[in-house]
């Protein structure tokens, strides 16, 4: 875990200086296969069971986990951690802030005010978002200095509950959709990129043994590295021990590789880990060379070989787990 981290970031800087060739280089078969659900339900824990599984990631939102100010309820995740350590497999936690349905609020009702921008704002969810903003979920606005309070409080009750019995723990993808510079919402894409950099840095600052992930995929104002939102968040994850992941494993997929994709293979030895997950979506993408969607194979091989991730957290739905 994350003991040896010192060591591991002086000796992977000093291969970076000598031979910069070698971390590129495919490691010979260190990605473990995990599943990926938001909910653990029976379907679950039977797919558990297989060998090869090593453990699974699901989705707690902060309105579960802190029903009123300051009561926390983690009887969720103690829950799952007691199924999946029956099994002698780990549990990932990813803290969700934001939702993709509009009937879902991911926060805690008492965050409904104007201190707290309301604690969340509509996400868009369309194609022309500039022009025809169609609220189709929910953000956090973690831009706002009351908000991340309040969640940094949740992250170090989580983490003097699980710090070494979660195997790891992440922060959502960095894409978002909020109507910008409006007095109502007061997001910035500067200060949501500070924000989230801010409660990366206190996650892994408060998990000393699980690791602490940050999901980078797209940033706002950031796209194929504007503003330097890539090489900078990049840089500071590297510097503050925070690992990095990715929802959306996709092999080569043009729009991924202008932008999180090269930053998680450079940094793939600089960071204390790099994990990237299967989703849904993404076992309907069809690979051009084939014509047909990627196999468990080509998954496999490029969350190793070209991003470097040492898990990859695969849909329930993924056709290889149902054969
Ligand atoms: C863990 O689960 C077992 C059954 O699977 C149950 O008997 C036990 O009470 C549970 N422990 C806790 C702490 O929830
Ligand atoms: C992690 O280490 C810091 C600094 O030593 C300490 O303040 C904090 O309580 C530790 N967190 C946990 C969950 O043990
Ligand atoms: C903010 O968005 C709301 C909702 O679309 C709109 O009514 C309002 O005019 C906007 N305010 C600014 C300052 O752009
Ligand atoms: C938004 O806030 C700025 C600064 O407080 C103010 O100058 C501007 O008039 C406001 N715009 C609207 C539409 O309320
Ligand atoms: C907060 O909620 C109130 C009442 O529902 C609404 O009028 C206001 O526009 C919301 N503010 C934001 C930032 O969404
Ligand atoms: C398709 O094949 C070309 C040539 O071998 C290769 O460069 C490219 O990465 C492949 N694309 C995918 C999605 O595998």
Sequence with gaps: MRLTLGLYLLSSSLLAVTTPVSLKEPSTSSLAQWLYTSDIDDEALSLLERPEIHGIQSLYTWKSLEPRKDQYDFSAIDNDLNHTQTKGKSLWVQIQDRTFSIDSNPVPKYLHSPIYNNGSVPQCDGDDCDNNFIAGGWATAQWNPHVRERFQRLLKALAARFDGQVYGFNLPETAIEVQSNNNTTGYTCQ??????????????????????????????????NENNYLSDSFQFFAENGVGVGGPDNIPFKQTMENNAYPYMSEYRNKVPINVVAVQEPDLAAINPNTSKPFTKEEFISFAEEQLGSRILFWALSSPWLHQ
């Design 191 to 224: 200060d949501y990129f500070e924000g989230t950099l801010d409660n990366a840095r206190y996650a892994a600052s408060v998990f000393n043994r699980s690791y602490a992930v940050q999901y980078v995929n797209f940033w706002p104002c950031g796209w194929a």
